[in-house]
């Protein structure tokens, strides 16, 4: 079973990835440009493994114990 801050970092990651990269790849689509996988999986990647670190961090700082 997963640590609860390694499930909030996986799900922001999956999430807010793929959200970035499509909208990403939707203004490459409005400007005409052809769709590149290789720049869809680098954002989703990129931008998704800094929003699940910061998400990890975040759920990890809100619950420490006092």
């Not at 801050?5 to 959200?19: M, T």
């Not at 996988?37 to 493994?49: D, H, M, N, R, S």
Request: aromatic fraction near 22%; glycine fraction near 4%.
């Amino acid at each position: 079973m997963l640590a609860p801050e390694n499930k909030k970092f996986i799900y922001f990651f999956i999430f807010s990835g793929l959200i970035f990269a499509t909208i990403m790849a939707l203004f490459d689509v409005a400007d005409r440009t052809p769709f590149q996988i290789k720049k869809f999986i680098f954002f989703f990647l990129a931008f998704g493994f800094l929003s699940g670190l910061d998400a990890r961090n975040r759920y990890k700082r809100d619950n420490k114990t006092k």
